[in-house]
């Protein structure tokens, strides 16, 4: 089946700095991806889709300039979280859509990503 | 707007027991509603995924329910082991994206 891989599992950084996390559909072409977000005892938001060569749209409250995504090609899409602060520790976790005559409109989760701003 | 809940919050039960997690979604123009098992510090688990067209889906002890005219899903567990303690996220899909619900957390005890 198809798969979605993300990384990094986990990432500790300093308040401040800016980290990447990227988002690759392994094993098939994936022209939307979605990021979402999860903090502690509470479910997952989406925070942005991202299309293959164009900007991404942002969901209601998500400031762009602060989670710059990427979307270059179409089995990658990269989340930076710049100038992290401490607010910004939570799980992000990427999706992918595969749409095709035999798939139908599937979604595939990457592992998730945990951040933790110090 | 489309907004998904799950009833109850939290749920814990002893061991062997049936339970019922109930999911409702305010917008019936669904593409698929998909039942995810998410463990503490883990990403999440595809359990169920249900098609607007069916009525059901069954795996081993899960099985998931749909009535998209009146907005509700169940997801029943039979005979519930300790090894089912998790949070339990219900998920629809409209085109391409996924509203989820808060979840359950469900703890078994032994």
């Known amino acids: 089946g198809a798969v979605v891989s993300q990384h990094p599992s986990w990432v500790i950084c300093k308040s401040g700095t800016s980290v990447k996390i990227e988002c690759r559909s392994l094993?098939?072409?994936?022209?939307?991806m979605f990021w979402y977000r999860q903090f502690p005892k509470q479910s997952l938001m989406l925070m942005a889709t991202?299309?293959?060569?164009?900007?991404?749209?942002?969901e209601q409250g998500v400031e762009k300039d602060k989670f710059l995504i990427n979307h270059a090609s179409l089995t990658l899409s990269t989340l930076t979280v710049t100038s992290a602060h401490p607010e910004d520790s939570s799980f992000y976790i990427c999706?992918?859509?595969?749409?095709?005559?035999?798939?139908?409109?599937?979604?595939?989760f990457g592992e998730g990503s945990w951040l933790t701003v110090v | 707007k489309q907004e998904v809940t799950q009833i109850p919050a939290a749920l814990s039960v002893p061991e062997g027991e049936n339970l019922v997690l109930n999911c409702s979604f305010t917008?019936?123009?669904?593409?698929?509603l998909q039942w995810f098992r998410q463990d503490p510090g883990k990403g999440l688990t595809s359990l169920l995924l249900i098609q607007s067209s069916q009525r059901e889906q069954t795996s081993g002890r899960l099985n998931a329910s749909l009535d998209k005219s009146s907005g509700r899903s169940t997801l029943y567990i039979a005979a519930s082991q300790p090894g089912d303690s998790a949070t339990y996220l219900c998920?629809?899909?409209?085109?391409?994206?996924?509203?989820f619900g808060a979840g359950t957390i469900l703890r078994v005890k032994s």
């Open positions: 998920a629809v899909q409209y085109g391409n994206k996924l509203v």
């Open positions: 991202s299309n293959e060569g164009s900007k991404a749209t942002y």
């Open positions: 917008d019936s123009a669904i593409y698929n």
């Open positions: 094993d098939f072409q994936a022209t939307t």
């Open positions: 999706s992918a859509s595969l749409t095709g005559r035999y798939s139908g409109n599937t979604i595939y």
